[in-house]
């Protein structure tokens, strides 16, 4: 959080474009995505009610949102069925950024209501941090996370192993990006670049002198959308730009002191990066990035862990203080390095405490339910 306390006058930003310019396009519903899969995840919010249009959500504020349909980016609001946000499996974020809607026009003002939304795809998702046992929905239905990191900031060990798990558990590829290579520090890059799994693509950039944007555009899956996640300061906002070739979000200054970052952008934005479905998702500055739920997450982020786990002599093995356990044999080896092996265990700590709480929550739930005699 920036906590106010300025080192350097902020100077005024560049002043942006309008963003909904951007999808000032022929066909802004296929820019954002929209093809046979899409149609037919919305065909039961659309069938036999011709009032009602395709729509993707572009940006979530208070009091409102923004979507964008065959006619471009236009102002609306949600009319949901209220998701219950009690009972955990069936709460979720209501309506995230990214989302694909049914629309109406409002027969009272001129903008548009969004009805109904699509199943979700992919996700990345983190721990509402208002309420740990719910996920709260960062991006809906991308496929791939740029996971960015700025060179000018301690990498905070533990920090790229989470945003890979967020990443993998929400089934988006991840790919890091490193920012700010022009600042040419010593021996940053080579840590990010240690942190991150050899499975996993890593890029340097920078926006200065056009270092490893082409690499990026490269990674991104065409037609699909990648979401940006970050803390504020990494150069998220800067990135897009960059791809865009023109200054549309607005980007902040970082703190002289530490080159923390003033949480510049305030909403998650979906832009188009051409016309052809390929989107980028930018988000605001994250702190937090907790753990929620494990499906799978955390085995496909330390496929390394899981591999050595097969030779472990118990098949129960917690890879801690285990006698046989290989994780720790490659540690000791030098194959394995130990940082990596206890952000495993923080990450499965987490959340086993979170599936423990929820255990007991339904438990209490159970109890209350039982008919009284
Ligand atoms: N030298 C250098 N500075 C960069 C680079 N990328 C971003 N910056 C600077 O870093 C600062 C923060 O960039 P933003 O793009 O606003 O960062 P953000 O991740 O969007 O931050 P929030 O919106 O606050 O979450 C700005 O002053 C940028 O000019 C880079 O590659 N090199
Ligand atoms: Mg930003
Ligand atoms: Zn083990």
Request: with cysteine; net charge negative; charged share 30%.
């Amino acid at each position: 959080m920036d906590d106010g306390r300025d080192d350097a006058p902020v100077p005024a930003p560049p002043e942006p474009d309008d963003v909904a310019d951007l999808w000032d396009l022929d066909d802004p519903l296929a820019a954002a995505g929209y093809d046979e899969a899409i149609a037919a995840r919305l065909a039961p919010a659309l069938a036999d009610r011709p009032e009602r249009r395709p729509a993707r959500v572009a940006r979530i504020e208070y009091g409102g949102c923004h979507l964008v349909t065959a006619d471009g980016r236009r102002p609306g609001v949600a009319r949901l069925p209220r998701a219950s946000t009690y009972d955990d499996d069936r709460a979720e974020t209501p309506l995230a950024v990214g989302d694909w809607v049914a629309v109406e026009r409002d027969s009272s003002d001129d903008r548009l209501l969004a009805v109904d939304v699509a199943p979700r795809e992919r996700r990345v998702g983190r721990r509402d941090p208002s309420r740990e046992l719910l996920e709260q929905v960062l991006a809906a239905n991308v496929a791939a996370v740029l996971v960015v990191h700025p060179l000018d900031r301690p990498l905070r060990p533990g920090r790229i192993e989470r945003s890979l798990v967020v990443a993998h558990e929400g089934g988006a590829q991840p790919i890091v990006v490193a920012t700010k290579i022009d600042l040419d520090l010593p021996g940053a890059w080579q840590a990010v670049r240690d942190a991150v799994p050899p499975d996993v693509p890593a890029v340097a950039v920078s926006k200065r002198d056009g270092r490893g944007l082409d690499e990026v555009l490269a990674l991104l899956p065409r037609g699909e959308t990648t979401a940006l996640i970050g803390e504020s300061g990494a150069g998220k906002s800067s990135i897009i730009n960059a791809l865009l070739g023109q200054n549309v979000l607005q980007t902040g200054s970082v703190r002289a002191r530490d080159a923390k970052g003033r949480h510049t952008t305030t909403a998650r934005e979906l832009v188009p990066l051409d016309g052809t479905g390929t989107c980028l998702l930018d988000t605001p500055g994250t702190r937090e990035l907790g753990m929620v739920r494990d499906t799978g997450g955390l085995a496909a982020a330390f496929s390394d862990i899981e591999e050595l786990a097969a030779g472990c002599r118990f098949a129960d093995c917690r890879h801690d203080r285990e006698a046989g356990c290989a994780v720790i044999a490659a540690v000791e080896a030098g194959a394995l390095p130990d940082q990596r092996r206890r952000s495993f265990l923080e990450l499965r700590a987490e959340i086993e405490e979170l599936d423990g709480k929820r255990e007991d929550r339904e438990r209490r739930l159970g109890e209350g339910r039982r008919p009284r005699r």
